[in-house]
Nanobody, 128 residues
Framework: QVQLVESGGGLVQAGGSLRLSCAAS????????MGWFRQAPGKERKFVAG????????YYAESLKGRFTISRPNAENTMYLQMNNLKPEDTAVYYC?????????????????????WGQGNQVTVSS
């Protein structure tokens, strides 16, 4: 049974930092890339960042580059999202997800519908 479990969310003041974690189990990790998406109230779920199974290749939503960092140390089963200089507009439920790699990750990493498995979501609230 595949499970993706997020942790590390919470309430933080604007300008602060949070690190989200996503622990994966039940997957053959060497075949799955992973990503983070977020969904604000009343909005659609949007791509935040993605990372290849090896951890070598990373991808970001253009507007978040420089503030958010995705990592997957030693191709482990845990993925992280370091979020710095948080803003109130970063408030959302953050989801981790897994997508099967097939040599086309750059094309699909930001496409929500391509992902095979999802975590339950983790609330991040940034106060002004």
């Amino acid at each position: 049974q595949v499970q993706l479990v997020e942790s590390g969310g919470g309430l933080v003041q604007a300008g602060g930092s949070l690190r989200l974690s996503c622990a994966a189990s039940g997957l053959t990790l060497s075949t799955y890339a992973m990503g983070w998406f977020r969904q604000a109230p009343g909005k659609e779920r949007k791509f935040v960042a993605g990372i290849s199974w090896s951890g070598v290749s990373t991808y970001y939503a253009e507007s978040l580059k420089g503030r958010f960092t995705i990592s997957r140390p030693n191709a482990e089963n845990t993925m992280y999202l370091q979020m710095n200089n948080l803003k109130p507009e970063d408030t959302a439920v953050y989801y981790c997800a897994a997508v099967k790699e097939g040599g086309r990750l750059a094309l699909i990493v930001a496409r929500r519908d391509e992902y095979d498995y999802w975590g339950q979501g983790n609330q991040v609230t940034v106060s002004s």
